[in-house]
């Protein structure tokens, strides 16, 4: 079998251009993992324009790359890596790791101050442009966009790293005169960007941000009895980015309830999680996942056509993932704010034999993330009822929390495309060692927060498992990359020099060729220029 090798140097550390290299030194090859990676040595993100690492930990549950990994956005308490950040709060950076320009992204409306508020990320699109985060601060927008903000709640914004501008995503309605939605103590979002739009996939628990045209996107009225604050609702924003006078206008911004039940008319009546999105450019459509424990999302008959199982008097009152489909360019009415939803998807579905699945029994789902094409959702499950049909082969987990992909077919013509009424689920094992599903022992500890590349070829994840690769000798949480083409596992949150670090690391994300991971670590002991235990932001290199 071949086996990874991590490239170690001996080092000195030079700060150039912001970015750390290594001096070239005397080079050595260690055996480190039971796979066919080569992991090359780290770079710290979490560093200033001129070169010095962050004062302060970075934080979140977040991170994000780059398709080609040269820009990650992250969150810090840091004060020394943008000279407009004058507070002490958390904020939002980027960082070209070819240019080495740190750029702070949570700025107030005239570009030279941090907000008065502490921020969250919550998403980048592919190619570094624009980044999704909130805010309770009201003076963030930029130019026409400034908004009216009465309630002093978060609430997400979105910035253009180009132009320099940032708008509310959150707005109230779909008529001026415009404000911020009248309720937003807490935000979960998600960003794609595709054909002259951004998509914000988000929950709230506001009232008032669909209301005066038709809200299920097909001109139907949403019942307003249930659109109320008592539960968190996904929502879908659809902003033009065409130009920045578009991007700035909310007239040409558009917000769609998502999470409806079957009939496409009535809101979920339960709260709602975790939102993530892709999009399917090659069929103009939005996928959209979100976790929630209702059972009246879907229409069981279309399920697996009709196969959904014995269990669908007797759902599970667990978290489940679903998912549908957006039709983002047809247009019903003449009107650009109609647009065609499928059915709702039950991604979560427990698998019976090769032609039938039901709902899981038991257990409970979250953290979905959504490929960035759209054709594959990952997700973390706390039961051992979940397996792979591929085959005919079904697998029995060893019930800690696994991290599982789900691969939605078109049951006409397998294309893998997301199309209404076509839910039959494939679903595959993520968090295991190198080998196929089923040749190989099981994560013996937990497992959790995946991210997937953009094609959904490759998974990261964190995780306590000691027997994933046969290298790990600490006890610490650590983070994995498995290829699902060649269904290899790599450790890849790793010193400089290749040894397992002395303290926790996790919260990766993957560029979509699996070149490059970025993950955040609390380790003394990754990097050379770091003194003290704060939490800092990583980027290794895979070939």
């Avoid at 988000?202 to 209301?211: A, R």
């Avoid at 049951?411 to 839910?423: D, E, I, K, N």
Wanted: glycine residues 10%; aromatic residues 10%; charged residues 15%.
């Amino acid at each position: 079998m071949m086996q990874v090798k991590w490239t170690s140097m001996i080092y000195r550390a030079v700060a150039l251009s912001g970015v750390f290299f290594l001096s070239a030194g005397l080079g050595c090859g260690t055996n480190v993992n039971d796979d066919m990676l080569t992991l090359y040595p780290l770079d710290l993100v979490d560093v200033s324009s001129g070169g010095a690492a962050g004062d302060s930990s970075v934080q979140g549950n977040k991170t994000y790359i780059s398709s080609d990994g040269t820009f990650i956005a992250f969150q810090s308490n840091s004060t020394n890596l943008d000279p407009r950040d004058t507070t002490q709060h958390t904020d939002v950076y980027r960082r070209n790791m070819v240019t080495g320009v740190t750029e702070l992204v949570s700025v107030n409306s005239t570009n030279n101050s941090s907000g008065q508020n502490s921020c969250e990320l919550y998403g980048m699109s592919g190619d570094g442009r624009y980044i999704l985060f909130d805010s309770r601060d009201t003076n963030l927008g930029s130019g026409n966009a400034a908004i009216s903000d009465g309630n002093s709640r978060n609430d997400l914004w979105l910035r253009d790293m180009d132009l320099g501008l940032t708008v509310c995503v959150s707005v109230s309605k779909d008529t001026g005169p415009y404000k911020t939605c009248d309720d937003g103590s807490w935000y979960s979002g998600a960003l794609v960007v595709a054909d002259g739009y951004a998509f914000v996939a988000f929950i709230s628990n506001s009232s008032d941000l669909v209301g005066d045209k038709g809200t299920n996107g097909e001109g139907a009225t949403v019942d307003a009895s249930l659109m109320n604050t008592a539960w968190y609702e996904v929502y879908l924003r659809k902003i033009d980015v065409s130009s920045s006078a578009n991007f700035l206008d909310y007239a040409k911004h558009y917000t769609y309830l998502i999470s409806l039940d079957e009939t496409k008319i009535k809101a979920s009546g339960s709260n709602s999680d975790y939102p993530s999105i892709g999009i399917d450019t090659v069929n103009d459509r939005v996928v959209v996942a979100w976790v929630t424990n209702t059972s009246d999302l879907i229409d069981e008959t279309l399920v697996n056509n009709g196969n959904i199982g014995s269990s669908t008097t007797t759902t599970s009152q667990e978290n489940n993932v679903y998912c549908r489909t957006f039709d983002y360019q047809t247009t019903i009415g003449g009107s650009m704010y109609h647009t065609v939803m499928s059915e709702n998807i039950l991604v979560s579905s427990q698998y019976v034999d090769p032609t039938n699945r039901s709902y899981p029994k038991s257990g409970s789902c979250s953290y979905p993330a959504v490929s960035g094409d759209g054709h594959y959702i990952s997700f973390q499950y706390t039961s051992d009822k979940l397996g792979i049909n591929s085959g005919g082969t079904q697998i029995d987990y060893n019930g800690v929390i696994d991290i599982l992909r789900a691969k939605i077919y078109d049951t006409a013509t397998s294309s893998g495309v997301f199309v209404p009424g076509c839910l039959a689920v494939e679903t595959e094992m993520v968090s295991i060692p190198t080998g196929a599903p089923g040749t190989t022992s099981f994560s013996n500890s937990d497992s959790t927060n995946p991210a997937l590349s953009s094609d959904g070829r490759y998974v990261t994840w964190q995780s306590s498992a000691a027997n994933l690769v046969s290298t790990d000798d600490k006890s610490y949480l650590d983070v994995f990359l498995r290829d699902m083409t060649t269904q290899t596992t790599t450790l890849v949150s790793r010193t400089l020099f290749g040894a397992t670090p002395t303290g926790n690391s996790g919260i990766g994300a993957v560029s979509d060729d699996g070149k490059y991971v970025t993950f955040l670590s609390q380790a003394f002991d990754m990097f050379p220029s770091i003194v003290g235990f704060n939490q800092h932001q990583y980027r290794v290199k895979v070939n």
